[in-house]
């Protein structure tokens, strides 16, 4: 069973401009999470998606946005970058958003933004 | 807000067992404890999680006092492979996690 993929790996960008990270979930998983993690920061929770529609969101500015389709997958956008949103974004699957489910992560995709 | 309190590193010798703390005062009856760990260059890896009682897998064990306000995950023989760093966190029943901070987790070292 292939794991989770997230495309781009890499990505440079520069300040003001918007940019689409992709994941694509574990077949049959449906609940895709999204997380940034910086080195001074941990990972630090975006939002989550479950069928299509978003159960929960963190502390970030309303320029981090998602939504996911209708065969999961899911996509984060960050609109208007600034330097600070460097950071290395990680998508996570599971089958449902329950507690007693795992999740599982992606490899990330790092984000430069100069 | 449901947070985990964990030290910023520890050291093991290859082969030997570790024992990895994780200190949850403010759990609540709902919440799941779950472990990851993240090696260099990789996204977070499931390691193990529970409830209430004590759980076993072929990666660890995980031992959860009796008032659940804090466990230790054990590797039973500590190899090169588990140098990571290990994070506790909580989950709730409904899987709600917008209030949890990873935090920095635990960084493992393993001397050969």
């Known amino acids: 069973k292939a794991g989770v993929t997230q495309t781009p790996r890499y990505l440079i960008k520069t300040r003001g401009q918007q940019v689409t990270l992709s994941c694509s979930p574990i077949?049959?998983?449906?609940?895709v999470s999204w997380y940034q993690q910086t080195p001074g920061q941990g990972l630090q929770f975006l939002f989550e998606y479950f069928s299509e529609t978003q159960r929960n969101k963190g502390n970030f500015p309303g320029r981090f946005s998602g939504r996911q389709f209708s065969n999961s997958r899911s996509e984060m956008n960050v609109s208007t970058l600034e330097l600070g949103d460097s950071a290395l974004y990680l998508c996570?699957?599971?089958?449902?958003?329950?507690?007693?489910?795992?999740?599982?992560f992606g490899p990330g995709t790092r984000l430069t933004v100069t | 807000d449901a947070k985990t309190t964990q030290p910023n590193s520890m050291e093991s010798n290859e082969e030997e067992p570790v024992h990895l703390p994780c200190n949850h005062s403010t759990i609540s009856g709902t919440d799941y404890i779950h472990w990851y760990r993240q090696l260099p260059s990789q996204g977070p890896e499931y390691v193990i999680h529970?409830?209430?009682?004590?759980v076993n897998n072929r990666m660890a064990s995980l031992a959860i006092a009796e008032d659940r306000k804090s466990s230790t995950l054990i590797l039973h023989r500590a190899t090169l492979r588990d140098a990571a760093v290990y994070y506790c966190i909580l989950r709730d029943t409904a899987g709600n996690n917008r209030k949890l901070i990873w935090g920095l987790g635990t960084s493992l070292a393993v001397n050969p």
């Open positions: 529970g409830l209430t009682s004590n």
């Open positions: 996570a699957s599971s089958l449902v958003p329950a507690g007693n489910y795992e999740q599982y």
């Open positions: 077949s049959g998983h449906r609940s």
